[in-house]
């Protein structure tokens, strides 16, 4: 059996590989990437935001950070009600030194990228008064509070949704003529009379999917750290992390969109089916990053989700190994529930039905 | 020998066959003949277990290869030689049994020259002819043959018939669907009518061509068919 899926893969992907749309699919990331991370390093970094003035209101007190505000630009107003000013846009952020967080006015985009500045300027200050090495980054902010509410980063804001779009939509595409596509030509046929068993056949194509997801992801990952050019880029770790929920995310959707090719009539209906459902992902993605809760470990045992919560964390340097393992577990056990259910109701009259 | 004993078949409540109880012979060519639309494509993928019988059963020894007809299309991207080589691996033929059965097949089907080619970049005749090599290639005992000169040119449907003598000679049981009289009147040995959805007998081609004039063979088909 094996012997035989590996001659199915290898004869689709040299179907994929002769197929020049296989080349956009690789070569997108190293081309969006960079031009995204260029982009929003412009509109969120430039100087003249960091030169531009810093209105404020503080709650609660911390010396450690008095020489901070009185050396940098910043104008400390004193407001009854610090909500209502923000809101009314009186003043660009609120900083709480008690619970460590900067509240910004999401409706103001300069409130939102202040913020953001002024959260890693706070960062940068606290680790340099209290000579912190810098490869422990990421658990001082945490505990300080300030990445959580403020950071609008690359990372942060968009880099998980066009990864997203990436891993699940890289191969719906081959996916539609695999089993729709033969179905119309007729060689699906001519495959089914040449007495291979339905789960030699589902498998062959499914494994040959996963190579050419594997392939997107590593590009991907690879595009975005060299684009990042050492300001963002992850750690081995994160990487790690964000290569387990993405491949596990890319296995999801190439087993959707082959079972969802194998029950459709044509091409034409398995593209309509397919760019519906593998949207889901993107828009849970949209919401997860517009509605930024926290929530705990028992997430990375809800698939999609799971992949989408670890994906933005891992772009924030926050991934951590048990989300990952489960969100890898959690992902694979679901493919493994697709294909026995495909293979179950793959009959070949049913299939074959044009 | 294929027996079909009490084979139904309907798609959507639409009846296409009903009723076959016949045995198409073993080491000889059957010619399958119905109008357009009587189900003869039907009996030949349910031979094949591409379509499961309503009712009924299918009895038969040994491998099956078979030409669907219509529009050929294999992998459009893929060599001919590539094509042929990856149905060849599915039946698990060694590159021995590969090559050797290549070869025995070219000396009746001309391949060689358009071996390299891309399938998509092929006429329709040779495509035919790839289609017809694939399903031969791991030398089945039965083979159905949908329409197969459909498509070809006189030499090509020469070689094809020629073909099919040779894989009679070698004991294959051969069932050929088509409209084509020379198929019928020169290449088969008997000769199995469907009609009304049913087989009602299979002839002996002799018996059934008797005192019939060459150029009388295609009004007598016609005749029946439409009694």
Known sequence: MLKTISIIIIKELKLIVRNRGVWIVFLLPTIIFPIINIGTSYFCNTNSIIQQKYNISIIGENKFYNDFFENQNIIITKCKDPLKSLTNNDIDLIINLDKSVITYNSKNILSLIKANTLGERLQQYSIQNLNIQKNILCRIENEKGFIETVDISLNKFLMPIVFIVFVSNSCSNYADDMFAGEKEKGTLEILFSSKLSKSTIFLGKVFSLIIIELLSTIISLISFNISAMGKQSLDINDMLYLFLSAISLGCISSFVSLSISLFSRNVRESQIINSFVLSIPVTLSVFKILYNSKAGNWIYTIPIINSIELITNSLSNNGNMVAGIITFLTNIALCIVISFVSIRYMKKEVVLQT | ?227
Request: charged share 25%; with cysteine; proline share 2%.
């Open chain 2, 1 to 227: 020998m294929i027996k079909y004993s009490n084979i139904y078949k309907s798609f959507k409540k639409n009846s296409v066959l009903e009723n076959i109880n016949i045995t198409i012979p073993s080491s000889e060519i059957t010619a399958l003949v119905g109008k357009n639309g009587s189900g003869k494509t039907t009996l030949m993928r349910l031979t094949a277990s591409l379509l499961s019988p309503d009712k009924g059963k299918i009895d038969y020894k040994g491998s099956i290869g078979i030409l669907l007809g219509g529009s050929i299309n294999l992998y459009g991207n893929l060599s001919v030689e590539e094509n042929i080589d990856f149905f060849a691996r599915l039946h698990k033929l060694s590159k021995y049994e590969f090559e050797n059965n290549l070869s025995e097949i070219n000396k009746f089907i001309q391949i060689d020259d358009f071996m390299n080619k891309k399938f998509n970049q092929i006429s329709r005749g040779m495509q035919q002819k790839t289609a017809l090599v694939i399903s031969i290639i791991h030398n089945p005992d039965i083979l159905l043959l949908d329409e197969p000169s459909t498509g070809l040119d006189l030499m090509a449907t020469k070689d094809v018939f020629n073909f099919v003598k040779m894989l009679k000679d070698k004991e294959k049981t051969i069932l050929i669907s088509t409209h084509n009289i020379s198929e019928i009147a020169d290449l088969s040995d008997n000769i199995a009518i469907l009609k009304n959805k049913t087989i009602s007998k299979i002839e002996k081609r002799e018996i059934f061509f008797e005192n019939c004039e060459k150029q009388e063979q295609l009004n007598k088909i016609c005749n029946y068919l439409e009694k």
